[in-house]
């Protein structure tokens, strides 16, 4: 089994991308061959400032091996590093459909919030996001509930191109977390958590400090009556429900029963409690880490090595295919 996915190094993380993506990608290094990728060129697509985007892109590679991604078991690597990404997408993009971008969710809600420009790129970066996954071949791809459109699409373009120049590219086929694949947010449980949709007390970031995450939970919006149980109509407890049960490792229904008698805000208080001890042991590794850029630069060169050496003979057999490039 390969496995792929990617992370965006904008804004800062967050405990929706740490449950529903980050903690799937440590677990998924021993299931496989694991592949894993910041990808700095998809931050391009929106506005943003180039000094910032290396900032961050060392924030998140020093997140990333905090919470246990291990370089000497995973492949582990910056896009912008590995050429063949943006010369697959090229590529790809002749075999997808114009109509199929113009759905995209993501597009809808970038492009709306872009003031001054919505940029050809944001409306083709679920390409890119297919040439990530399929210039290795990858069969696996942890993500977040969000990405479920993204992922489809990646299967239509693989399929529509084994179609069209003969069996060359493998379908994948995307995971999610049975419990913690859409963390909502704190403030307004009916949008997911998230750096630029979301209110900012509402979003709980992976390298917030006890007290500020303690504050968050404490100010957390419940619904009305005061049982501890997972309801449609009850979205801020079924949330914070899910946040529980996903970083203990316990099922939905061991949380409400261990929490039947609670009130809310005692309840509260253990979910606070539960994730500050989740991530107490990234916010320990995560200084020193990030403090050392040359060595987070070797870790992601040496990736870069590793993800180019798979990644080259994908490209030759896809020139082949489509008759394009050098001959050979
Ligand atoms: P990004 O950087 O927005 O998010 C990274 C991962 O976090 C997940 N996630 C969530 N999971 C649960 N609850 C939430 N509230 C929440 N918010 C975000 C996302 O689903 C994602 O898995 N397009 C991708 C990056 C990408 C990629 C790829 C992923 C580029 N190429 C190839 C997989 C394969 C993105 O924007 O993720």
Known sequence: MRIFSGIQPTGRKHLGNFIGAIEQYVHHQDQGEAIYCIVDLHATTVRYDPTELRERLYDTA?????????????????????????????????????????RMHQFKEKSGAQRDLASAGLFTYPVLMAADVL???????????????????????????????????????????????????LQEPARKMSTTGGTEQGTVYVLDDAATIERKFKRAVTDSGAEIVRRPDKPGISN?????????????????????????????????????????????????????????????????EKARAIAAPVLVDVRRAMGVGPVG
């Not at 590995?82 to 993009?93: D, I, M, Q």
């Open 62 to 102: 020093a997140i990333l091996l905090a919470a246990g991604i291990d370089p000497a078991r995973a492949i582990f690597f910056r896009q912008g590093d590995v050429l063949e990404h943006s010369e697959l997408a090229w590529l790809l993009s002749s075999v997808t459909a114009f109509g199929d971008l113009n």
């Open 135 to 185: 210039a290795y071949r990858a069969d696996t791809v942890p993500v977040g509930d969000d990405q479920r459109q993204h992922v489809e699409l990646m299967r239509d373009i693989a399929q529509r191109f084994n179609a069209r120049f003969g069996e060359t590219l493998v379908v994948p086929r995307g995971v999610y977390r049975e419990i913690g694949a859409r963390i909502m947010d």
């Open 240 to 304: 914070l429900i899910e946040i529980l049960a996903a970083v203990t490792g316990r099922s939905f229904e061991d949380v409400e029963r261990a929490h039947a008698a609670s009130r809310y805000g005692d309840f509260k208080a253990a979910v606070a409690e539960a994730v500050v001890e989740r991530l107490q042991p990234v916010h320990e590794r995560y200084d020193a880490l990030r403090a050392d850029e040359p060595a987070l630069e070797r870790v992601l060169r040496e990736g870069a």
